[in-house]
């Protein structure tokens, strides 16, 4: 009966366990699914709304001398910051409220595709 007990604790360890190549990071609890009450509301401003496109791992912190056409966080902030104040508010407060699952693009992050973010397309980007 104790080995069936060790050989159940044993096997209910291994099933449960993440692995140790597992870092959750930016991209943990919170960053998937549905709604998560005891997650984190994401900054209301263009600056905390392109961070978290960075953390989620939609768009690069900077895209480089070589990509500097690409949409990185300055280009992201910039874009914000010259949208008119309707469109900035609802594109921050769809980006504040969706997983990183939504959030990513089509070639994130390094060539991430904009018009395949339905916040940015939202606000008419």
Same mark, same amino acid.
């Given at each position: 009966?104790? %080995? &069936? #007990?060790? @050989?159940?604790?044993?096997?209910? &360890?291994v099933g449960c366990s993440a692995g140790d190549d597992v870092s959750p990071g930016a991209h943990g609890q919170?960053? =998937? !699914?549905?709604?998560?009450? /005891?997650?984190p509301e994401a900054a209301r401003t263009a600056a905390g709304a392109c961070w978290r496109l960075v953390d @989620? %791992?939609?768009?690069?912190?900077?895209?480089?001398?070589? $990509?500097?056409?690409?949409? /990185? &966080? +300055?280009?992201?902030? +910039? !874009?914000? /910051? !010259?949208?008119?104040?309707?469109?900035?508010?609802?594109? #921050? $407060?769809?980006?504040?409220?969706?997983?990183? +699952?939504?959030?990513?693009?089509?070639?994130?992050? /390094?060539?991430? $595709?904009?018009?395949? $973010? =339905?916040? *940015?397309? *939202? !606000? %008419?980007?």
């Amino acid at each position: 009966m104790k %080995g &069936w #007990i060790t @050989c159940f604790a044993l096997l209910a &360890w291994v099933g449960c366990s993440a692995g140790d190549d597992v870092s959750p990071g930016a991209h943990g609890q919170c960053a =998937y !699914g549905g709604q998560l009450l /005891d997650c984190p509301e994401a900054a209301r401003t263009a600056a905390g709304a392109c961070w978290r496109l960075v953390d @989620c %791992g939609s768009i690069a912190l900077n895209a480089g001398e070589m $990509n500097e056409f690409r949409f /990185d &966080w +300055d280009r992201c902030v +910039d !874009g914000l /910051d !010259g949208a008119t104040a309707d469109r900035r508010s609802l594109i #921050i $407060n769809c980006i504040a409220a969706s997983s990183c +699952d939504q959030l990513r693009m089509q070639g994130s992050p /390094d060539n991430p $595709n904009t018009e395949t $973010n =339905y916040c *940015l397309v *939202l !606000g %008419g980007r």
